[in-house]
């Protein structure tokens, strides 16, 4: 416990967050940086980008909702401590993916319209599983849906987007990985503080496989629908513009369909799924393929 406390105490949050990798930056990104004007330029690109950043508002509202929430559902002083460091993380990442859409030209009184109008309604879903739960107070329950579950995928997706920006847009490629960094954090709590109280609530098992099940299917849902929806690399080609050779996984992301892409995701985070899942004594439930 005496690491696990100093690791996730607000100290080091201090330490290495505010005072650390985030030191200087302006909405998570270095002042001075600006969107690509091609993206505020052309049509297709430019309600692409609105979509996509809509969809990390989204998870990012959640994740604050679920943080926040599991404060007075955890049953110790240091657990409660980390999670109010995390809900500072997630009220932050809500704020920047925010501020890219205003940035992106989204009128600050139509900000709720363009949030419901794009969000994604298998992403809605996946959300309400883990929010569910945390009403309900289920801590172990809660931590496993969200620093498991969503923030397995977020950080995966996030990497994903890093790779595809971190050249073109220095901007985005900031703020993303600033928040890789946080969700890292998020992520080794949940697996360093839920293994214990599994083994000690054997009786917990079923629905928390249950719950990663669905959440996991609406998840694949969700990847499904926004590698349909984009239009970008299309557009791109339109454009005449090259293709942006990047790694991701060991795959050059500039040489795929979106289609190859959805794939790459959904075996990325499935696989991180099981590994850390069954680092915590859950078995891993393979969902039904949308
Ligand atoms: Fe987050
Ligand atoms: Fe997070």
Redo the contacts with the bound molecule.
């Keep these: 416990m005496a690491d696990f406390l100093s690791a996730y105490s607000i100290q080091s949050w201090l330490e290495s967050c505010p005072q650390g990798y985030l030191e200087g930056t302006e909405y998570g990104h270095r002042p001075g940086e600006h969107e690509l004007s091609l993206l505020l330029e052309n049509q297709v690109l430019h309600t692409d980008a609105i979509r996509t950043t809509v969809q990390l508002v989204v998870g990012e509202r959640c994740?604050l909702a679920a943080s926040s929430g599991l404060i007075n559902a955890a049953p110790d002083e240091a657990s409660k401590r980390f999670l109010a460091t995390?809900t500072l993380?997630?009220a932050r990442?809500v704020e920047v993916f925010t501020h890219r859409l205003y940035d992106l030209g989204v009128p600050k009184g139509e900000l709720e319209y363009v949030i419901k109008r794009y969000a994604n309604p298998n992403l809605v879903k996946f959300a309400e599983i883990l929010l569910e739960k945390v009403d309900k107070k289920d801590f172990i329950a809660g931590v496993v849906g969200q620093n498991i579950v969503l923030?397995g995928m977020?950080f995966s997706v996030f990497e994903m987007m890093y790779a595809m920006n971190k050249d073109v847009n220095p901007k985005f490629g900031h703020t993303l990985s600033g928040t890789i960094a946080?969700?890292r954090r998020?992520v080794g709590f949940g697996e360093n503080r839920i293994g214990s109280l599994i083994k000690e609530n054997p009786e917990k098992r079923p629905a928390i496989e249950r719950m990663q099940k669905d959440m996991s299917y609406f998840m694949l849902a969700t990847f499904a629908d926004a590698f349909r929806q984009t239009q970008a690399l299309d557009e791109l080609d339109r454009l005449g513009q090259e293709r942006v050779h990047t790694e991701y996984q060991g795959a050059d992301l500039g040489a795929m369909q979106p289609a190859e892409m959805e794939h790459l995701l959904a075996g990325t985070v499935l696989k991180e799924f099981k590994t850390r899942l069954g680092r915590i004594g859950i078995e891993y439930q393979t969902p039904v393929r949308p």
Excluded: S, V
């Design positions: 994740a995390q993380d997630e990442h923030e977020a946080d969700e998020h």
